[in-house]
């Protein structure tokens, strides 16, 4: 059988075995070679007093009889019945109103689960029956078992527990209180399907779980308890020789070897530190993943990426160790290509792992200081580059930090005054730095297919040659992609998409369209209208042709993925009305699939953003005589179309998002389309 082994097994060996060939780890103390049942070769005494500490199954086998002593904690949260009973009452007043309005029963219950996560068979229930009637029922049930108390569930070796109620505390028998499970079966015992379905959303815990208290007093209790077991006193004979080795003997060996003080702390320290560094960069990076923004590290290319760094880092600090030109080191360089790839806070993470490895590895606190100051100036100056020759302003502020770090450790820690040299080294590992980014960055980018934002700031240019034609050959197309691009950027910015991908990926998304812009209606002022003499399957396979165009001409020039992505997505799975609708008309049997695009559908914030300001613009642009009123109802329409065909599916955006996009893309839209004011006319007699 073929064993597979993950690459990040396969990357953390490989850097843990360069970190002992280039840095060799201090000699361990001595350790004796001996087993339990053998007989001894050597008499082993006792150099110093130390304890024989319990082993970590005895100590977890006490801490867990702790456990089992202990009532666990629970808090009574008395806004649990109070948020039920006004959820009840506000279905209740909620049907009340709507009915008053006459509203149908539809429109009510799409009304009701848009307030209430109630599922759509107990809304219909509800209205079918006397729901005034049983929502009092329910919530006086509900009330009577809150006196009680329900819990999630009863921990069956706990059946003591101890409940807090602000500074009261309580210990009750958990037979007192009723489980989520049981509440559930005394409210929904003989009630229909569609009522049992509304109890489970009704039904909350209200004694809950704190599982901080009461491992604090577990630990409490714990911390009281002795960690060993025993003391071997200087001189006492551990093993005899020409005895047989006794368990005994073995445990206080290994106490022992676990408390070999060695004199260079520092050593020892770097020791620990090359054992340990890649296991702290994976553990910083999973909390970082799992609590901030969710960033697959462990991926293959990001992990290859990281790997690949810290080789290069890694073969450079052994260059600089045997060297001695320790300000030549250019932590500044990975700072800014960690940030580039991923974000300031990993990138934050590995300026701070590298500064500690580099001053354990040279044993200098200064280098260490020097390092970090350097990354950590080149991570903030590098947040806004625009272009390349941006780097300039990053290479400038590196200088400055290298140069006053260099002076203080000079002066301060080392006492040797300032010299010349280290602060030459300083300068140009500055230039160095920017050089390299400046240099290497298009080749990782090529290598680890990512793009970054000084990339797509390149492409967004308008005066690159792609829309200097699009001006000339396709102007309505030209308009129509800025104006769209400044919809899809402020989109971005409201909902913490990516603006500047949004606004490169609208710049491009209709560049297919260059192939034949006289078939699109944006380019077609004071022309005829070439679709007249074509039959509709025709025409819709001219417009939909306009991204498959698009994809081949953005691989032509070698867009990033990204931008490809939004080119083929921008439509999604759409189809085009107007010939759709005309072919009906006209024709019988028509396939609804030959007026639709391929897709995909939107997969990214930034191509759903692209769509949505897409066919916002056309639309507002067909309309005549427009008004804020008007664009309003373009904007409900457009974005209700396409939630409601399912062309959002496949994207991360949720309704509140799609809110907060309508009010980012109005003002863009009136400042583009310049609204008239509606007003009244009032008849005046002469």
């Known amino acids: 059988m073929k064993i597979k082994i993950q690459h990040r097994y396969l990357c953390l060996s490989g850097i843990i075995v360069l970190l002992n060939i280039l840095f060799h780890p201090p000699l361990a103390p001595k350790r004796y070679k001996i087993k339990e049942g053998e007989i001894a070769n050597l008499d082993i005494i006792a150099p110093y007093d130390f304890p024989i500490p319990k082993t970590e199954n005895e100590l977890l086998q006490e801490r867990k009889e702790i456990a089992q002593r202990i009532p666990p904690v629970y808090n009574l949260d008395s806004e649990i019945p109070q948020k039920v009973s006004r959820m009840i009452i506000g279905i209740n007043a909620l049907i009340d109103s ?49 006196r009680k108390g329900i819990i999630e569930k009863k921990e069956k070796p706990h059946k003591i527990i101890t409940i807090s109620s602000g500074e ?56 009281n308890v002795p960690k060993t077991k025993g003391m071997v006193l200087r ?13 005994e003997a073995i445990e206080k060996i290994s106490a022992l070897e676990k408390t070999y003080k060695i004199s260079r702390g520092w050593e020892f320290l770097k020791l620990i530190f090359f054992q340990n560094l890649f296991y702290l960069s994976i553990f910083l990076f999973l909390i970082y993943f799992n609590t901030v923004h969710k960033l697959n590290l462990f991926q293959t290319r990001n992990l290859y990426y990281i790997t690949t760094l810290m080789v290069i880092y890694l073969i450079i600090l052994k260059i600089i160790y045997e060297t001695n030109l320790v300000y030549l080191l250019p932590i500044a360089f990975f700072t800014i290509l960690f940030s580039l790839y991923f974000n300031f806070y990993v990138a934050f993470v590995f300026t701070t792992v590298l500064s500690i490895l580099s001053g354990l590895i040279f044993n200098s606190l200064g280098l260490m200081l020097y390092l970090f100051a350097s990354g950590i100036t080149a991570l903030f100056s590098s947040q806004s580059l625009k ?57 990782f980018e090529k290598l680890f297919d990512f793009t970054t934002d000084l990339t797509l700031l390149e492409l967004m240019n308008l005066n690159l040659p792609i829309f200097k034609e699009m001006a000339i050959n396709a102007p309505g197309t030209y308009h129509h992609s800025v104006v769209v691009g400044n919809l899809a950027e402020a989109g971005a910015s409201a909902i913490g998409a ?44 001219v417009i939909i042709s306009h991204v498959k165009d698009g994809i081949e001409m953005a691989k032509a020039m070698k867009l990033p993925k990204k931008l490809i992505s939004i080119i083929a997505e921008h439509h999604g799975t759409s189809r085009i009305e107007t010939f759709y609708r005309k072919a009906l ?23 759903a953003l692209v769509m949505l300001a897409d066919s916002v613009e056309a639309t507002a642009r067909a309309e005549k005589n427009i008004t804020t009123a008007k664009l309003q109802k373009i904007l409900k329409e457009n974005f209700d179309k396409k939630f409601s065909d399912g062309q959002l599916d496949e994207c991360p955006l949720n309704r509140f998002d799609l809110e907060q996009i309508k009010v980012a893309f109005l003002p863009i839209l009136m400042g583009v389309f310049h609204p008239r004011l509606e007003y009244e006319e009032k008849s005046e007699k002469n």
Do not use: C, W
């Open 235 to 247: 001189g006492e004979i551990i093993v005899e020789k020409h005895k047989r080795v006794t368990p």
């Open 585 to 607: 008309n006209t024709t019988e049997g028509i396939s609804e699939d030959a007026f639709s695009y391929p897709g995909p559908k939107p997969k990214t914030k930034e191509a």
């Open 387 to 443: 272009t390349r020759f941006s780097l300039y302003r990053p290479m400038f502020y590196i200088a400055i930090s290298n140069i006053v770090a260099i002076i203080f450790i000079e002066v301060y820690l080392l006492k040797e005054g300032i010299r010349f040299f280290a602060l030459g080294a300083g300068l140009l590992n500055a230039l160095f730095s920017g050089v390299a980014v400046a240099l290497l960055l298009p080749l």
């Open 498 to 541: 990516d603006p500047i991908l949004a606004r490169a990926g609208a710049y491009y998304h209709d560049i297919g369209k260059l192939k034949k812009p006289e078939y699109f209606i944006e380019n077609q002022i004071g022309q005829k209208n070439p679709h007249d003499n074509l039959k509709p399957r025709v025409s819709a396979l």
């Open 168 to 223: 009261k505390e309580i210990i009750v028998s958990d037979d007192e209180l009723f489980s989520i499970t049981e509440a559930e079966s005394i409210l929904m015992k003989g009630q229909p399907k569609e009522l049992q379905r509304l109890l489970g959303v009704l039904v909350i815990p209200n004694v809950l779980y704190d599982e901080l208290k009461t491992q604090r007093r577990i630990d409490e209790v714990f911390a």
């Open 98 to 146: 709507l009915r008053r309005k006459g509203l149908p029963s539809d429109s009510i219950l799409f009304s009701v689960q848009r307030e209430y996560p109630i599922p759509a068979s107990s809304v219909e229930f509800l209205l079918k029956q006397d729901y005034n009637r049983l929502l009092k029922k329910i919530g006086r049930d509900i009330e009577g078992l809150y």
